[in-house]
T-cell receptor
């Protein structure tokens, strides 16, 4: 089976830095996505990692270690609007296409 | 309209009803997806369509029947659903389904309640 683990909830303070971890045990690996989902809204793309290392994109960075089956999303200079769920998803090869397998998501609450 | 749209946004139906969910993408993509999002559970892939052909069916019960008449439209026909089918149903699209860089663009979802 496929297993993707993330913490259920995290709390952080406005202006701080927070790291959201994701570990995966999957049959195959073709890349990893992070999505952000505000309550009642569609998930939106944040980052994509396929090689080991850090990808930086403004206030958000994502790290991948394929040998450890581990990724994290780093959010800097937290803002209130960053309160949302953060979804980790691994790309696997299905029967005839690539498909995303999602973790349960981490709900982040940013406090003033 | 831009992006991925879904209608209706909310739907309440009885177990004997038949209803359909509609998804439309305005991005020129070739692949479309249906996902189910239940409370406290991961997003679950249901179906994948590539160039109007179904390429993945993730062991979804036959009471869910997808239809993709063209690359811009995707439907999910519902009949004799169970209360445990109540969830948020999300549609997504991507450029294609054959590449590993598979950034998907999601619609806002249909919140379905089965009574």
């Amino acid at each position: 089976g496929q297993n993707i683990d993330q913490p259920t909830e995290m709390t952080a303070t406005e202006g701080a830095i927070v790291q959201i971890n994701c570990t995966y045990q999957t049959s195959g690996f073709n890349g990893l996505f992070w999505y952000q989902q505000h309550a009642g809204e569609a998930p939106t793309f944040l980052s994509y990692n396929v090689l080991d290392g850090l990808e930086e994109k403004g206030r958000f960075s994502s790290f991948l270690s394929r040998s450890k089956g581990y990724s994290y999303l780093l959010l800097k200079e937290l803002q209130m609007k960053d309160s949302a769920s953060y979804l980790c998803a691994v790309i696997l090869l299905g029967d005839s296409s690539y498909k995303l397998i999602f973790g349960s998501g981490t709900r982040l609450l940013v406090r003033p | 309209e831009t992006g991925v749209t879904q209608t209706p946004r909310h739907l309440v139906m009885g177990m004997t009803n038949k209803k359909s969910l509609k998804c439309e993408q305005h991005l020129g993509h070739n692949a479309m997806y249906w996902y189910k999002q239940s409370a406290k559970k991961p997003l679950e892939l249901m179906f994948v369509y590539s160039l109007e052909e179904r390429v993945e069916n993730n062991s979804v019960p036959s009471r869910f029947s997808p239809e993709c008449p063209n690359s811009s439209h995707l439907f999910l026909h519902l009949h004799t659903l169970q209360p445990e089918d109540s969830a948020l149903y999300l549609c997504a699209s991507s450029q294609d389904a054959s590449g590993t860089y598979n950034e998907q663009f999601f619609g806002p979802g249909t919140r379905l309640t089965v009574l």
